[in-house]
């Protein structure tokens, strides 16, 4: 483990996940642990590792081979002979033994940025892992918690291996869960992260330790504007969005589930209408008659096609240049489209033979 740092506000849950995931798996695994967090309760961790292990094991652990804990005070953290020191020669016996694992809540009371951390100190933060256990041959470890690494002293932040950054999920409504970013060393940067993921509170690791100063303090909302889910916006965005769905899945449906045939009638339904100005114009030529224009010798009809979803007429010419005139200058359909261009007749047949159609040999 070396050294790691949890970090995050008050009630973020940086002490719950260091109980639940670094001192509750250490006693069960035997070891020592040496804190300062306020209300560690060994005997209630025997119980709870015991009676959950039953369920998760094939054999249960015994209560005498788990681990124990050593409750110290904040001023003897700071005290000399905390940590073991090779170099002392008085006999004296230090608290923290090899193998232990160091927990210290509110890290930045001892270790500050405006004082430089004693040789004893410093001595353990770069040698912890010389200090292993005569029998089980564990090493040292240390685990620090406070609200942001920044505050430590920069020759302690140097020897971080990994950072780890509690928040609780507030402001989407979730007092239940917290999110827990992993980094490696001690910059909280987006490419030191190695992992994120969210965790839920356990009921059962409460009373475990006393996340509190007193016993019997509680916490309270004194502004709930955090919660996004406490504005209107975000309940209108939310039922707006199975509209936006369903609208969706609508124009799906509508759109690949009509057959080609009844498309293929809809866009010749739309080709065949003849617009109003068409209309208007042939209305004053029915009253007078006129001799029907020549057959045009240059263009003839070879298709039909939708340009920004407005029906045009293809021509060709004998050079096979094409050229586009809309559909409301035609009338009939099929074969007996015809339309006047160039003050000729313009149909399937008019034009040079030589040209190529655009339809000739299309399979349809």
């Known amino acids: 483990m070396a050294i790691n740092v949890y970090c995050g506000l008050m009630g973020s849950g940086k002490s719950y996940e260091a109980v639940s995931s670094i001192i509750v798996p250490a006693i069960a695994a035997g070891r020592r642990v040496v804190s300062n967090i306020d209300g560690l309760n060994e005997s209630a961790i025997h119980e709870y590792i015991l009676r ?89 470890d240390l685990v620090l918690l406070i609200q942001d690494i920044s505050g430590l002293h920069p020759d302690l932040k140097r020897v971080v291996e990994m950072s780890v950054r509690t928040t ?61 889910f406490k504005g209107s916006k975000v309940w209108i965005l939310l039922a707006m969005i199975p509209v936006f769905l369903g609208g969706g899945i609508w124009y799906l449906i509508s759109f690949f589930g009509s057959s080609p045939t009844q498309q293929a009638k809809e866009v010749s339904s739309q080709l065949d209408t003849p617009a109003p100005a068409a209309s208007a114009l042939s209305q004053p030529e029915s009253k007078e008659k006129k001799i029907a224009p020549p057959l045009s010798a240059d263009w003839r009809i070879v298709g039909l096609t939708l340009i920004d979803e407005r029906p045009w007429v293809v021509l060709q010419n004998a050079a096979g240049k094409l050229r586009y005139v809309h559909r409301s200058n035609f009338e009939g359909r099929g074969v007996l489209m015809r339309g006047i261009i160039d003050n000729a007749e313009v149909t399937m047949y008019s034009g040079s033979g030589s040209a190529g159609s655009l339809l000739s040999g299309a399979k349809k």
């Open 52 to 140: 959950h292990s039953k369920k998760g094991k094939k054999a249960a652990l015994s209560a005498h081979a788990l681990g124990s804990i050593v409750h110290v005070s904040n001023d003897r953290v700071s005290q000399s002979e905390f940590f073991p020191d090779p170099d002392r020669v008085d006999g004296a016996v230090p608290v923290v033994q090899p193998g232990d694992l160091v927990v210290i809540d509110e890290a930045w009371r001892f270790w500050p940025t405006s004082a430089k951390p004693s040789h004893e100190h410093m001595q353990f933060f770069r040698m912890h892992r010389h200090y292993a256990h005569a029998e089980t041959g564990v090493t040292s």
């Open 168 to 228: 609780k999920l507030k402001s989407l409504g979730l007092n239940r869960r917290y999110r827990v970013e992993v980094f490696e060393g001690y910059r909280q940067t987006k490419t030191a992260k190695t992992a994120t993921y969210q965790k839920a509170y356990d009921k059962a690791i409460f009373p475990l330790y006393q996340s509190y100063g007193s016993g019997n303090a509680r916490e309270t909302t004194v502004d709930d504007r955090q919660n996004i």
